[in-house]
């Protein structure tokens, strides 16, 4: 699916690994590889800089929830930079886009979310969770309620705080993290460490993790439980029946705030317009980021429940805390927009009712293949495991990368498929047809057979 290109490709490489440290990169390998260069897009489609047609199974980053090439979002992005390209909201001043947002927010968030506070990415929304919640333990005289629990594997970003919280050794171990007032518990990955639990039973166990924690720690010393609704960066974990209900019980038991980290699963890519909502809680704080543009601007923030919105605001006194592009106009415009797309389309809905559905339908199918030891989607998002021997569910050795082999079949296939380790994972545009699901599993399924067959030359099968 190539077309004629216009781009000087090694000439770009060249560059791009001249000057630019990419994020999350061996700078020493890519140099030696370059880099893929992306430089247009259109509904679910990518191209690269050799005029290759690449299916977007990830979304960009889980971002682009309306597809590529939306000229609504340009239109608003345009009309607001002629109209006041910058303004702050610091100074007792605001903006008229990041009070329609609010708003807007306000109406499709769950009823508990009335207040919205604004920043440029899902790690800083983190970061303000961190400090604000700090803050409301304060103002209500338990100072020593501060520490905050979340889950190994977790990702909740990349500044001090957002990598503290997640829950990746390998992030850690960089920068001396996590920072004093956060502890990790258990992830609740079924295929791990379910050990012959029914799902239902695991899902109870994987949340007494949580009090357990909580009574290690002492009720009086936690300040929140922070969980993305399903794991997104560590490989789609989906949680068993009953976790998140349970984690609810006990945060309410123990006076513990209920975090929602909805940076992935927020504005649809559950079928609801927040992950909340397909699990059935009610939490107290909710990041996002990412959908709430579709990825085409940076914007961020956390939907502020009424228990915590109230007492910062009743308390009165500053909140020493903000970035110079909270509530950014542009960022605003393009998020109202995005929206408006989401609604007008009926998108979220579509999603619940016909894409995901049929995508579990297809995507359950790949069980079938000789590689592949467990299937699982939870609305667009969907994960596989790539085993040894799928009767036993043995897994490769790590060293032997087997996820990259797929991954690299994947591309030179024309489909963007995520590894993580060796579990394979998709969170393909919202907007995504039928027959572009069809097309995004035959590709797959392709990139399988080729990694099969690669498998059983190099003897590891
Ligand atoms: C659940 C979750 N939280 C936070 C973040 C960090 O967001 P950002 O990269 O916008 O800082 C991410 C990014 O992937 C994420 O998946």
């Known amino acids: ?60 980053l889980w971002c682009v929830n309306v597809g590529y090439g939306r000229q609504q979002l340009v239109d608003a992005a345009t009309q607001q930079m002629t109209e006041l390209p910058y303004y702050n909201s610091f100074f007792n001043t605001s903006v008229i886009p990041a009070i329609e947002l609010a708003e807007v927010m306000t109406a499709i968030t769950p009823p508990q979310f009335n207040h919205f506070f604004f920043t440029n ?30 889950r190994k594997n977790a990702y909740h ?97 123990y006076d513990v705030l209920l975090v929602s980290d909805e940076v992935i699963t927020g ?59 909270s509530g950014h106009p542009v960022a605003c415009a393009v998020a109202l927009a995005n929206i408006k797309l989401l609604q007008d389309e009926s998108i979220v809905e579509r999603v619940g009712d016909d894409t995901a559905p049929y995508l579990h339908k297809s995507f359950m199918e790949l069980a079938d293949h000789p590689l592949v030891g467990l299937t699982e989607t939870c609305g667009l998002m969907a994960g596989l495991v790539l085993v040894k021997d799928k009767n036993k569910h043995n897994l490769f050795d790590a060293e032997h990368g087997v996820g990259m082999i797929c991954r690299s079949h994947c591309f030179a296939n024309g489909v963007i498929m995520r590894a993580v380790g060796d579990r394979m994972i998709i969170a393909p545009p919202l907007v995504i047809t039928h027959e572009e699901i069809d097309q995004l599993i035959s590709l797959i399924e392709l990139s399988l057979d080729q990694t099969l067959v690669d498998l059983k030359k190099l003897n590891l099968i």
């Open 157 to 253: 970003g990349s500044t001090v705080a957002g990598a503290s919280l997640s829950g990746m050794t390998y992030m850690h171990e960089q920068g001396d993290l996590p920072i004093p007032g956060i502890v990790h518990i258990e992830q609740p990955y079924y295929f791990e460490h379910s050990q012959g639990l029914s799902p239902e039973a695991f899902g109870l166990k994987a949340a007494g993790w949580l009090e357990e924690k909580i009574l290690e720690l002492g009720a009086d010393k936690v300040a929140a439980f922070i969980g993305e609704p399903v794991q997104g960066a560590g490989g789609v974990i989906i949680p068993p029946p009953g976790y998140w209900q349970e984690i609810e019980r006990i945060c309410n038991k």
């Open 1 to 60: 699916m190539s077309e004629q290109s216009i781009f000087d490709t090694p000439n770009l490489k060249q560059r791009d690994s001249a000057h630019y440290l990419h994020p999350f990169t061996d700078t020493k390998d890519l140099s030696t590889t370059g880099a893929r260069i992306i430089t247009r897009g259109q509904g679910v489609y990518i191209w690269d800089s050799d005029g290759n047609k690449i299916l977007d199974g990830m979304s960009g």
């Open 267 to 325: 504005f649809g890519r559950l079928g609801k317009w927040f992950g909340c909502e397909y699990f059935g809680i009610k939490p107290d704080l909710m990041t996002f980021a990412k959908g709430i543009t579709s990825g085409y601007i940076p914007l961020g923030g956390v939907a502020v429940g009424d228990r915590v919105a109230n007492m910062l605001i009743e308390s009165g006194g500053d909140f020493n805390h903000g970035f110079t592009y």
């Open 121 to 150: 990415s899902g790690s800083e929304g983190n970061d303000t969770i961190l400090r604000m919640v700090r803050r409301y333990w304060d103002i209500k005289g338990q100072h020593q309620k501060k520490t905050f629990i979340a």
